[in-house]
């Protein structure tokens, strides 16, 4: 370059204007955004723009925590959860109807009873259009998918996605799965089916507990849902809120214990021919249930057939539900009463003519038979319906009814299971009672208990310190990360433990002397028989009874008390024949599950 | 002619310099100068916002990232999937887990139920035992199965002065003295003096 001219050029200045006018350019484009957004704040439909920008701003979850378990006492799973799918269509999304109806009406017939019908293809197709129609964005279309139910949607899905991959033709009129979603939840199980069932009861298709404890910790079960307002500007993350689960419950239920006593009363329905029947097993020193089985039961995993099951108004737990006229085996507590107050001892004797008047009836025995002098013992051993009426009179209206409010009758036990009845003892004043009465209440007719009822009364002798137990079936509860054990309730100390004692020696005796059929090898138990007429509309029906037993033991050492019902037998109709050995089964298999030694070496570990 | 020449050649090598030296010497040159110091201080400003924009823009992108995933955690728990879709499990969140563990759970309770067990007994050739065949034995150390504990006790928490962390309880200057007396002590033992 000719520096000369270099020279010469560079002694003019340079020009800047197009620089000038770039930036004049980008300041004004600059300014008219300003502008814009300045505009924009204050028009008349900034309030529209600032609205629609919230609505989208974020999103309402709600967190349902996972139901709590429910546990036997040695913690095996009794009630649990398990994953099951919510499937339903992102509607704007879908690109086949047909083969989204056909797919899900396929899959899912099997495993579901409510769309297994012939027409679910048509319902589905003609929802799935009406939304279409609608503009609507999502719309549920099955629920409680099963995982392997999923899977086969999975697969269909990606099989007809690599055939639209593959082929060169139009996607239209392409089977295809798109839009289908799903959203995984917890479902209730019961790993146990039938077994226990009467205890735990069961979650409904609304996630809401119905019967047993289910129904009576369904609030505690079910933890609380959390609903949050989710931002959807990634740089506005919020805490997710704190979802605690719902608490575990443990129960007293032994499930080895639970699974004989429901094998020995099916096997004592079938044997029996009774309609229907109880077994209650419980530890008189705690009131815990260790087992409990009525009939009929269900498999709680296919709850929809309730109504099937439990036709005609039948309790789902006749245990706590059902009441009855229990007849003899409610002598125990007319003796108890009479001991206790001193009216009689075990020496007093009774001469029995065979009948007695109360009330302008007359009462008899239940052979008719006149069984003359006999103490306390005897009375019980021959189950006199005379001599009781006897020593019911002795006591006097008031004394008796006042024992028998004490050993709770006529009250709800406030067993932690939901549906219990109170049952009906009726009382001097009240309208309906008549003195005769008290005499047929002392041996166990005219007054409705339910069997949890004389399973609490009677804890009261067969723990033989007179302190009557509140029964209940949740031994824990884990809530918050803590595991709570409340402590046995003392429901009442309707009599004195020497009465107790003195009652439980007389009943162990009198099976002794009977040579009963629940009889026990190695170990001496306590029990009573019970057979009660069933009342009708028209009095009371013939050859229709409720036969049952109470017994507990060891004698000395009591671990157990069993309440055994069958109503209708129709081999018998007498709770001594059919009832007894099915009080011998359960303490039979009880002692073993239990670990309770026999008497002599209980005795003998006692000496050491 | 040599003279004139060699005065002239001499003249002419002033009025070049004179020419070269002349732009940087001009009014406007000085005001380029000014100009240019302008330019580069700004540039200085652009290149330092630069690098602080660029900070701010990597730390939000990493933020909005885990807020993204966040979201997905959110939306995997209570929001829809496409059947198409495989979450990835190695960023499942917790109550997804929670939801697999209690599945599992149920699964293993089916596998051990009561009617299976018996079942397995019976396969394995077991019997029931008649109650005529049982003999009841003290079996010394035997350990009998145990009630179950899910959780432990609840315990009452009291909260003690004593059972505070420091940080909680002295005030700065203590903090300082503290940290004085530590120093010296630290100085001991590494003297001359500390050694043992």
Known sequence: ?608 | MGQRTTARTRVDWQAVLAEQVAPFQAPWRAAMRQQMQLMGGVLLVIVAAAIVAGIYLNVTTRAAAIGREIQEMRVRMSGYRYLESSPDPATAPIEEMEQRIADLESQLAFLTSYDVMQQRADQLGFEEADPEDIIYLEAPGYIDHQEAVLAPPPTTVVVSADGLSPEFRQSLVDWFKEQAVEASNWRFLFSAEGQP
Not at chain 1, 102 to 113: D, I, R, T
Not at chain 1, 205 to 214: D, H, M, T
Not at chain 1, 423 to 440: F, I, N, Q
């Open chain 1, 1 to 608: 370059m000719n520096p000369y001219m270099t020279a010469a050029r560079e002694t003019q200045p340079p020009s800047f204007w197009r620089y000038t006018m770039l930036g004049v350019g980008f300041a004004l484009i600059g300014l008219l955004i300003v502008a814009q957004m300045f505009r924009l704040q204050v028009s008349p439909q900034a309030e529209d723009f600032i609205a629609q920008g919230k609505a989208y701003s974020r999103a309402l979850h709600i967190y349902y925590p996972a139901r709590g378990q429910i546990y036997d006492r040695w913690g095996s799973l009794l009630a649990g959860n398990t994953l099951v799918y919510e499937v339903g269509a992102q509607v704007a999304s879908v690109e086949n109807i047909e083969t989204v109806a056909f797919a899900l009406s396929k899959v899912l017939a099997e495993g579901h009873p409510e769309y297994s019908h012939a027409g679910y293809y048509d319902e589905l197709y003609a929802v799935l259009v009406s939304a279409l129609q609608k503009g609507t964005s999502y719309i549920p279309l099955a629920d409680f998918v099963t995982p392997d139910e999923l899977a086969q949607l999975q697969e269909w899905a990606l099989r007809y996605n690599t055939m639209q991959t593959t082929s060169r033709s139009s996607t239209e009129n392409q089977p295809s799965l798109a839009g289908l979603v799903y959203r995984p939840r917890l479902q209730r199980t019961y790993p146990e089916h039938d077994l226990a069932s009467t205890i735990i009861g069961f979650v409904n298709r609304e996630g809401v507990g119905l019967f047993g404890v289910e129904q009576k910790y369904n609030d505690l079960l079910a933890g609380e849902p959390v609903a949050a307002w989710v931002p959807l500007d990634p740089y506005e993350v919020a805490n997710i809120p704190t979802m605690e689960p719902g608490g575990d419950l443990v129960l007293t239920i032994d499930r080895q214990t639970q699974a004989a006593v429901e094998e020995i009363l099916e096997q004592a329905l079938n044997e029996t021919g009774a309609s229907s029947g109880v077994i209650i097993v419980s530890d008189p020193n705690t009131g815990e249930i260790l087992a409990m089985t009525s009939w009929p039961r269900l498999d709680l995993n296919e709850y929809w057939n309730y109504g099937e099951v439990f036709s005609d108004n039948t309790p789902f737990n006749r245990a706590v539900s059902d009441t009855y006229e229990p007849g003899s085996v409610y002598k125990v507590l007319t003796m108890a009463a009479g001991l206790d107050s001193g009216v009689v001892d075990a020496e007093t004797v009774f001469t029995d003519g065979g009948s007695i008047e109360i009330g302008g009836i007359l009462i008899h025995n239940w052979d008719y038979g006149a069984w003359g002098p006999q103490n306390m013992q005897g009375c019980m051993q021959h189950s006199l319906n005379v001599c009781l009426t006897w020593v019911a009179k002795q006591l006097g209206a008031n004394l008796f009814y006042d024992y028998m409010q004490n050993f709770g009758i006529g009250h709800l036990t406030g067993v932690d299971m939901a549906m219990e009845a109170n049952g009906r003892l009726k009382l001097p004043g009240d309208t309906d009672w008549y003195e005769a009465d008290l005499g047929t209440n002392s041996f166990g007719q005219g007054v409705a208990v339910t069997p949890l009822q004389m399973v609490m009364a009677i804890s009261a002798i067969a723990n033989e310190r007179g302190e009557m137990m509140a029964p209940h079936v949740v031994r824990s509860i884990i809530n918050d990360g803590y595991q709570y054990n409340p402590a046995p309730q003392v429901v009442g100390t309707p009599i004195r433990a020497e009465t107790a004692r003195m009652l439980t020696e007389m009943l162990a005796a009198s099976l002794e002397n009977e040579s009963s059929d629940a009889l026990v090898m190695g170990y001496q138990v306590a029990g009573k028989t019970g057979t009660a007429e069933i009342p009708g509309p028209g009095g009371y029906q013939a050859n229709l009874t409720n036969a049952s037993f109470v017994g507990w033991g060891p004698v000395g050492d009591p671990k157990f008390l069993v309440y055994v019902w069958l109503e209708e037998p129709t081999v018998s109709p007498w709770g001594s024949v059919v009832a007894s050995p099915v009080f011998r089964e359960v303490v039979e298999q009880l002692v073993v599950l239990m670990d309770i030694p026999p008497d002599d070496i209980r005795r003998q570990l006692g000496n050491e």
